[in-house]
């Protein structure tokens, strides 16, 4: 039961409620019936105010039973749940409720007490069924569900039926003497589908082992749910495994029930896989030109050209040969026209690599191809091939440039083209220290627009296009700057620098920053920082020419001469630069101890302001230390 409390109820003041002789008004008696409550149980009250007395009632709520709020909330919560897709059944007028799946049956309890409820036509009950094949109906036990639902084979807990399903495929691999290909995507898939789980080997055709293994891991994984395994030399095995919801009594029936589909499903793979090489690569790019890339871009093949001046003009900042970069680039997308991958999209960019090889391209070729579409999202491994690296650069750039010129900019809640991921997967291309690419970001976008000048469809993307896809990409770096171990404010920080960086270099600087602002110096040094940004937005347009004779502090004198030996002497390493303006903290604290800038006299005054300014300008060669 809920508390029994005290309700204190206020209503209109007392010139409304009550009139001239003192008697009620109907404003005064219809609040009292509307609250449930006589005009004898309000009093005259002040609010704490003093402005007027009010009506004022102390109601008794008794406390409801806890089933009771239950039974109420609880069909319009089962309503709110969220999911991607709900079904609805119309085989009667009470059905017209939604969810995820037909509702068979509702256990509602408080300890021993039924909930008493209806949903989706289904009343509430004490009665749970188990397993449809091996279990049984029965009142389920509310202090130890899962114990009773075990009873009934189903392992309830998804934790621990996810576990039980990976020991039993490690277990079923190693009786067959293979090594498990492990797919954590397909595991919370499956661990998804079953209740109780059982692990079934089985076999599939030797003669489909000459497919590429990646084609047979998708063909399994996508069609039947099942997992391949290697040989101990790391080669493609015929067995695999299945994750069966029954514990059969004839395990070798459901084997061959699962190798009849998965020998229908690869027989159809190896039939593309022979069909699709004995037209080219190179003849299959001309097809692109009919490939719609999107609407008012034009085609795919108007994109692989963009891309390809893009590696070739670039080819020395990306770090990549300019040739094979090129052809690299012209061929990457045609394998968007094979049967093999248009069966299984998931193959594009391996297949085109494997391809690529038989065609007799070169293997760099060939790798940059089958690696181009790495990362695909914020954790992923990036591509060993430089050439892929540069391609990925080039395709998204390309991408982001042409939808913000067609206005497609994501929402807080849409993003229907993957623009966030392209911009996530450009910066993390960008940021790789050990691959790095010499060029900043908003030369890449400029590059990238070059592009479209120059080929088929010829548009001019804006000022204003380029300026919000920079903002836009240096917003998700922002969002993702924990992925390089640095601080969001750090990062932040280094981007307000007044030299533009590569993104790579950035990251190494916003590194520094990371621990250095949470230093005694750091910290010093970021509130001296604010506290000039501050006075100089304050002061407007200030001169950076100081005149000397015009220094009459002994502090402000320091800091000038301080100044003086830090620009000279400005390192170009960041290690350095940031020691040397972490040596300028005692003497700039010394002058905000020592000195007022914002003084009367206008000449001084104006002359220690320029001397924040050629301060401040120095530090911004580094970073804006004032967002730390």
Same mark, same amino acid.
């Given at each position: ?47 704490? #105010? ?25 069909? #319009? ?5 969220? *999911? ?19 509702? /068979?049956?509702?256990?509602?309890? +408080? ?40 009873? =009934? ?8 039926? &996810? ?40 076999? $599939? ?62 027989? #159809? !793979? ?10 080219? +690569? ?11 890339? =999107? ?38 997308? *045609? ?31 060939? &790798? ?27 395709? @998204? ?22 623009l966030r991921r392209a911009a996530i997967t450009l910066v993390r291309l960008l940021s790789d220290e050990k691959n790095p690419v010499n060029m900043t970001l908003p030369q890449i976008l400029e590059e990238a627009g ?23 990409? /240096? ?12 601080? /969001?404010?750090?990062? #932040? ?22 621990? $250095? ?31 000397? *004779? ?14 003086? *030996? ?10 350095? =630069? ?6 300028? @903290? ?31 300008? +120095?530090?911004?060669?580094? !970073? ?5």
């Amino acid at each position: 039961m809920q508390e029994d409390r005290e309700e204190t109820i206020w209503g209109p003041p007392e010139k409304v409620a009550f009139d001239e002789k003192g008697n009620p008004t109907r404003a005064a008696e219809g609040f009292a019936k509307k609250s449930g409550l006589s005009i004898n149980d309000f009093e005259l009250a002040d609010k704490g #105010d003093g402005k007027a007395l009010y009506m004022k009632a102390v109601k008794l709520v008794k406390g409801r039973n806890i089933a009771d709020i239950i039974a109420e909330a609880m069909p #319009d919560i089962l309503r709110k749940l969220p *999911s991607p897709k709900q079904m609805q059944w119309q085989d009667g007028e009470n059905r017209a409720d939604a969810y995820i799946r037909p509702i /068979r049956w509702i256990v509602a309890c +408080l300890g021993a007490d039924l909930i008493p409820f209806s949903f989706a036509g289904v009343e509430s009950g004490k009665i749970s069924q188990g397993h449809r094949i091996h279990g049984s109906s029965g009142e389920i036990d509310v202090n130890d569900p899962f114990k009773w639902l075990e009873s =009934q084979f189903v392992t309830a807990d998804r934790d621990v039926r &996810k576990a039980l399903i990976a020991s039993q495929l490690q277990e079923a691999a190693a009786a067959k003497g293979v090594d498990l290909i492990e797919d954590d995507a397909l595991l919370d898939e499956v661990t998804d589908l079953v209740e109780w789980p059982k692990a079934i080997a089985a076999r $599939f055709d030797e003669g489909f082992l000459r497919l590429p293994i990646e084609v047979i891991r998708i063909e399994l994984k996508h069609h039947q749910r099942c997992f391949t395994a290697k040989t101990a030399t790391g080669e493609c095995s015929n067995i695999f495994f299945a994750i069966a919801n029954i514990e059969s009594k004839d395990p070798e029936a459901v084997a061959r029930g699962n190798e009849r589909v998965v020998n229908a499903r690869l027989a #159809d !793979a190896a039939f593309y896989f022979d069909r699709d090489p004995k037209k080219s +690569l190179e003849a299959r790019a001309e097809s692109l030109n009919e490939v719609v890339f =999107q609407e008012g871009l034009g085609m795919v093949g108007d994109q692989i050209r963009r891309m390809r001046g893009f590696v070739l003009d670039n080819a020395t900042h990306l770090g990549v040969d300019a040739n094979e970069a090129q052809r690299a680039a012209y061929l990457c997308k *045609s394998d968007l026209t094979t049967g093999l991958v248009g069966e299984f999209p998931e193959l594009q960019g391996y297949m085109g690599g494997i391809y690529a090889e038989m065609d007799g391209e070169t293997a760099g070729v060939a &790798k940059a191809i089958a690696e181009h579409y790495a990362p695909a999202g914020a954790d992923d491994a990036l591509p060993e091939s430089a050439i892929a690296r540069a391609i990925g650069i080039a395709e @998204r750039a390309d991408k982001l440039l042409g939808y913000f010129h067609l206005g497609r900019i994501p929402t807080a809640t849409t993003d229907p083209f993957g623009l966030r991921r392209a911009a996530i997967t450009l910066v993390r291309l960008l940021s790789d220290e050990k691959n790095p690419v010499n060029m900043t970001l908003p030369q890449i976008l400029e590059e990238a627009g070059k592009q479209w000048g120059q080929q088929r469809v010829t548009i001019t993307t804006s000022e204003e296009t380029h300026e919000a896809a920079f903002n836009f990409i /240096r917003g998700r770096h922002l969002g993702i700057a924990k992925t390089f171990g640095i601080s /969001r404010s750090a990062l #932040d920080a280094v981007m307000g620098a007044k030299v533009r960086l590569p993104i790579y270099r950035g990251v190494i600087i916003a590194r520094l920053f990371t621990g $250095f602002a949470d230093s005694e110096t750091g910290e010093a040094v970021t509130a001296a920082n604010k506290r000039i940004a501050n006075i100089l937005k304050k002061a407007g347009d200030v001169s950076t020419e100081i005149d000397e *004779s015009l220094l009459v502090e002994g502090a402000e004198k320091a800091l000038f001469k301080a100044l003086n *030996s830090a620009e000279a002497s400005f390192p170009e390493e960041p290690e350095e =630069q940031l020691s040397v303006l972490a040596d300028l @903290r005692e003497p700039i604290d010394t002058f905000f101890d020592d000195v007022m800038v914002m003084i009367e006299d206008e000449a001084v005054r104006n002359n220690r302001l320029a001397l924040l300014t050629r301060l401040r300008g +120095l530090f911004l060669q580094l !970073a804006d230390f004032s967002r730390l």
